[in-house]
């Protein structure tokens, strides 16, 4: 996602323009802290600073119908404030990731709960494959996909995610 997409965690926005579908994903990220360019899975997580919440929105109309045309998903995944990120905590605090609950709560109901090991691809997989098409650098975060359960915000929506061993992220869409 661009720049202009990632928001802090406890932001209040308006509903996403330009969609009636928007969607949230519960998200592990990757928070780049040492530049990395077709790096090894044995050496990527050199290449990782830290680890944070994040709560992903799409806008799922749009992606559907960049789908359905073959075309590339980009008004529907980067749009300014979709990128919420909550606080880094560093590698070394978190560990090794692995059976850590990843959870999402919208409008108090629980809509996502899995964990950390549920993840198609590991980090050191994540970091190697993307290191393979961008110089990653310190400040890049790398948003890593969602367990199951994503659904559609509405105006009024209020979210609060999280993972075990990292502050929670909390995201409100005005009324």
Same mark, same amino acid.
């Given at each position: 996602?661009?720049?202009?997409?990632?928001?802090?965690?406890?932001?209040?926005?308006?509903?996403?323009?330009?969609?009636?579908?928007?969607?949230?994903?519960?998200?592990?990220?990757?928070?780049?802290?040492?530049?990395?360019?077709?790096?090894?899975?044995?050496?990527?997580?050199?290449?990782?600073?830290?680890?944070?919440?994040?709560?992903?929105?799409?806008?799922?109309?749009?992606?559907?119908?960049?789908?359905?045309?073959?075309? !590339?998903?980009?008004? +529907?995944?980067?749009?300014?404030? /979709?990128?919420?990120? @909550?606080? =880094?905590?560093? &590698?070394?605090?978190?560990?090794?990731?692995?059976?850590?609950?990843?959870?999402?709560?919208?409008?108090?109901?629980?809509?996502?709960?899995?964990?950390?090991?549920?993840?198609?691809?590991?980090?050191?997989?994540?970091?190697?494959?993307?290191?393979?098409?961008?110089?990653?650098?310190?400040?890049?975060?790398?948003?890593?996909?969602? !367990?199951?359960?994503? +659904?559609?915000?509405?105006?009024? /929506?209020?979210?609060? @995610?999280? =993972?075990?061993? &990292?502050?929670?992220?909390?995201?409100?869409?005005?009324?």
């Amino acid at each position: 996602k661009s720049a202009h997409a990632v928001i802090p965690s406890g932001s209040r926005i308006a509903y996403p323009p330009g969609t009636e579908d928007c969607h949230y994903e519960m998200e592990f990220v990757i928070a780049i802290g040492k530049d990395a360019f077709e790096v090894s899975e044995a050496d990527a997580l050199e290449a990782v600073f830290g680890y944070a919440c994040g709560i992903d929105l799409t806008r799922r109309d749009l992606q559907g119908a960049a789908k359905a045309a073959r075309r !590339p998903w980009d008004l +529907g995944k980067d749009f300014e404030n /979709s990128a919420i990120t @909550g606080a =880094i905590t560093p &590698l070394a605090a978190f560990g090794a990731v692995g059976e850590q609950a990843i959870w999402l709560n919208h409008d108090g109901a629980r809509v996502q709960d899995a964990t950390l090991s549920d993840m198609v691809w590991s980090v050191p997989e994540i970091i190697a494959h993307l290191s393979r098409f961008y110089h990653l650098a310190p400040g890049d975060l790398i948003y890593t996909g969602t !367990p199951a359960g994503v +659904g559609p915000v509405t105006a009024g /929506s209020k979210m609060v @995610g999280g =993972i075990d061993g &990292l502050t929670p992220v909390t995201l409100d869409i005005e009324a």
